[in-house]
């Protein structure tokens, strides 16, 4: 993150950031020749400012879920903000004075973030607009600056790169570190400067953190990603992506499918090259993966991405995040991490005598509990990545048919059941 921004233009001009231990956004100091210092403060979703001569605290604005409110005129202004599905915020809206919206700001984008001059409403003091990030727009030495505020990184999107490199940056290896979102920003949005998370990274990392090294790890991500490119997209493709071919009953498709994994694995047999054996694991791991979504469940028919008609917002969120953590997928989830961890262990058994991470037991202190089995330790490890709900519960340990065991902790219903 950078401590201080000028250029040669004008050295008097400058922006400088002050971050706690966390690297989190504390204050902003801007100075100009006609202006020595605006600060800002950054108190959470609280942003306070105080500007040369008077140098005086008040509240700027206040972050909400729905946009923000503005005290910029002295009196609370409530601002909502419509976004897309990145997180771009489109368009803001007041209460008017007959009490209908009025639309303060609208905003549109060039695909890698730059605004368009076509927007109808630019009066606004509102800067969170791309991906929700706050937009550096200040001038230095007559020089706009036009950065994005990521957190981890500053952002600029009149090149589409980064000012510097991602820190996690070796664990994808086939893509530059300046890069962003694998330069493909309609697909992909980037949260905090890092590399994007996607469900199939976030479903590889949670099985086999522990099992498999970083560079393996690596390579399944890799694979994973090859498994969505636009080739493998036809309904003659659909068992790649665990889902019904356009002609073909649920069990022809089920049977492709199962046949699609078994010649992955017999790819990774009789590969010599280790890591190119283990990018053909990877692609089957996309498929079984998919099997866990919601709109992916129960094969359903796929006419291919140019004709299917659904492909929209149902199919899309049945991908996000959201579907991943939402409890009623979990039981999904977890099977699929558990025939995915099944899969590896399997194939590296057959090729390599199972020399897989081995596990660490610590023996010192040792009690007289009975040692857990490596299913046990298994299923342990699967279970800890499932997000409890605000009881502690992830469903774990609940029985079938009983609802109510939603509303007890993990914690109580393994007493209760003597589990």
């Known amino acids: 993150m950078p401590n201080k921004i000028t250029t040669t233009v004008n050295t008097t001009d400058k922006v400088e950031y002050l971050y706690d231990a966390m690297g989190n956004k504390l204050a902003k100091r ?45 009196s609370p202004i409530y601002e909502y903000h419509l976004k897309d599905h990145l997180g771009n915020t489109r368009v803001a809206y007041i209460a008017g004075t007959s009490g209908a919206a009025d639309a303060v700001q609208e905003a549109d984008y060039y695909p890698f973030g730059m605004k368009m ?67 493909n920003p309609i697909k992909y949005h980037d949260p905090n400067g890092m590399w994007p998370e996607k469900v199939h990274n976030r479903m590889i990392e949670e099985t086999f953190k522990g099992t498999l090294t970083t560079n393996e790890i690596a390579i399944l991500m890799q694979a994973s990603k090859y498994a969505d490119i636009a080739e493998f997209q036809d309904t003659d493709d659909s ?35 280790p890591n190119a054996a283990l990018f ?49 997928n979990q039981p999904d989830i977890v099977l699929a991490k558990q025939e995915m961890l099944k ?23 040792r009690t007289n509990k009975k040692e857990k089995s490596n299913e046990e330790r298994m299923q342990d490890m699967l279970w800890q990545s499932v997000r409890p709900n605000a009881n502690g519960n992830t469903g774990r340990y609940n029985k079938p048919g009983r609802s109510s065991d939603q509303n007890y902790s993990d914690e109580f219903l393994k007493w209760y059941y003597d589990k």
């Open 239 to 273: 068992y790649r992506h665990a889902m019904g071919q356009e002609g073909l009953s649920t069990g022809a498709s089920m049977k492709l499918y199962d046949n699609f994994i078994n010649q992955q694995l017999d790819n990774f047999i009789n590969t010599s090259d």
């Open 30 to 74: 801007t100075s100009t020749a006609t202006n020595p210092a605006v600060d800002e403060y950054y108190m959470g979703d609280v942003v306070m400012v105080r500007a040369y001569p008077i140098m005086a605290w008040n509240i700027e604005y206040l972050l909400t879920p729905e946009g923000r409110v503005d005290f910029g005129s002295g």
């Open 280 to 328: 053909e694991l990877g692609i089957a791991l996309h498929a079984m993966m998919d099997n866990a979504s919601p709109t992916h469940n129960g094969f359903q028919v796929w006419k291919g991405i140019k004709k299917e008609k659904n492909f929209g917002l149902t199919h899309f969120f049945g991908e996000q995040m959201g579907a991943y953590e939402d409890p009623a």
């Open 343 to 365: 899969l590896i262990r399997q194939a590296y058994d057959i090729k390599y005598g199972g020399t897989l991470i081995p596990e660490v037991t610590v023996t010192a202190n």
């Open 117 to 183: 001059a076509s927007a109808l409403y630019e009066n606004n003091t509102n800067k969170y607009l791309y991906n929700g990030k706050e937009l550096q727009d200040n001038t230095l030495g007559n020089i706009n600056l036009d950065w994005y505020d990521y957190g981890a990184r500053f952002y600029d999107p009149s090149l589409g790169r980064w000012h510097v490199m991602d820190k996690v940056a070796e664990s994808y290896f086939g893509h530059s570190p300046y890069s962003n979102c694998f330069n």
